[in-house]
Nanobody, 122 residues
Framework: QVHVVESGGGSVQPGGSLRLSCAAS????????MGWYRQAPEKQRELVAL???????NYADAVKDRFTITRDNAKNTVDLQMNSLKAEDTAVYYC????????????????WGKGTLVTVSS
């Protein structure tokens, strides 16, 4: 049984910073990709940042110079350092784990966290 849980969301002023954390737990052998998506109300979910187990990253253009993704493969955790936050960053941020392989199985499964709300306003 795999669980993906985010933390670190909250309310900040424009220009402020937040650090989001995500932990995947369970009898996990490996996770190929971990990262973050976000979704504002009545808008489609969009990619924020991803990192593969080998360290390859993919950032959305809107956050490329402001956000940094880090990952600890041994702990199955991924963080997102968000600096210089803007109002348009306001959204529910979802942790994503892709290609999760459970010990004793050959198939891989994708998992989503429940989301953590980030609100950027004055």
């Amino acid at each position: 049984q795999v669980h993906v849980v985010e933390s670190g969301g909250g309310s900040v002023q424009p220009g402020g910073s937040l650090r989001l954390s995500c932990a995947a737990s369970g009898n996990i052998f490996s996770i190929y990709t971990m990262g973050w998506y976000r979704q504002a109300p009545e808008k489609q979910r969009e990619l924020v940042a991803l990192m593969t187990k080998n360290g390859n990253t993919n950032y959305a253009d809107a956050v490329k110079d402001r956000f940094t993704i880090t990952r600890d493969n041994a702990k199955n955790t991924v963080d997102l350092q968000m600096n210089s936050l803007k109002a348009e960053d306001t959204a529910v941020y979802y942790c994503y784990a892709e290609g999760v392989i459970i010990y004793g199985t050959l198939d891989s499964v994708n998992y989503w966290g429940k989301g953590t709300l980030v609100t950027v306003s004055s």
